[in-house]
């Protein structure tokens, strides 16, 4: 069964400052999802990412795909509190025959004001 | 568009309790999804319906979980009887296919 390591587990910054969330797999992705959750609300799927090397923006958020295909990145340019959240990485296609998503246990990211 | 919606968002039973959770999935979506996250662990896939079919149920834990979608619309999932270890939020997406998913905001059950 694949696992999704992500990290660091918790973030804590302040308000304009720059940062980076990894996802990593042992196993090659066939793709990869990134999502972000608010306390009370489901996951919100932000970006999925396919080919290695591939990059996505989504306004101040870059999304890296690993050119093997075993790892991801998410940087968030000029932090704001509405960035606040927990993100999730997701494989769509995790092998051993389930159909549903694999996840990672997500980084905690708070920005403060 | 309404999105997908869970009830109830809270629940509190005893062990030994029957509980019965809801999802209702955005209108024309054929698959549906249930996934449980319990405290410290990642969010973990439970099954998956095509419509009235149940087209993965490996995630399932015991057979004390037991899901359903008559007519291919609205899931239910019961717990019987509930243990301690069920405790967790439980997530119900919908979606085209499996890189399309749309999540409720789960039920958030709590058996003491």
């Known amino acids: 069964t694949q696992l999704l390591e992500q990290s660091p587990q918790f973030l804590s910054i302040q308000e304009g400052e720059n940062l980076t969330v990894y996802c990593n797999s042992s196993?090659?992705?066939?793709?990869l999802q990134w999502y972000r959750q608010e306390p009370g609300e489901g996951p919100v799927l932000l970006v999925t990412?396919?080919?290695?090397?591939e990059v996505k923006k989504l306004k101040r958020l870059t999304f890296q795909f690993g050119d093997a295909r075993k790892d991801s990145s998410l940087h968030i340019t000029a932090a704001q509190p509405g960035d606040t959240g927990l993100y999730l990485c997701?494989?769509?296609?995790?092998?051993?025959?389930?159909?549903?998503?694999?996840f990672g246990k997500g980084t905690h990211l708070i920005i403060q004001p | 568009e309404a999105g997908v919606t869970q009830f109830p968002s809270h629940s509190v039973i005893e062990k030994g309790q029957t509980v019965t959770l809801r999802c209702d999935p955005i209108?024309?979506?054929?698959?549906l999804y249930w996934y449980r996250r319990v405290m410290g662990k990642e969010i973990k896939f439970l099954l998956h319906?095509?419509?009235?079919?149940?087209?993965?149920e490996s995630g399932m834990p015991n057979n004390r979980f037991l899901a359903e979608r008559t007519g291919g619309t609205y899931s239910t999932l019961k717990v019987q009887p509930a243990e301690l270890e069920d405790s967790g939020v439980y997530f119900c997406?919908?979606?085209?296919?499996?890189?399309?998913?749309?999540f409720g905001p789960g039920t958030r059950l709590t058996v003491t």
């Open positions: 997701a494989d769509p296609y995790s092998g051993g025959g389930a159909d549903g998503l694999t």
């Open positions: 319906f095509v419509k009235e079919s149940k087209q993965d």
């Open positions: 990412v396919v080919t290695g090397g």
């Open positions: 209108s024309g979506h054929d698959n």
């Open positions: 997406a919908s979606g085209q296919g499996p890189r399309e998913q749309y």
């Open positions: 196993s090659v992705f066939s793709s």
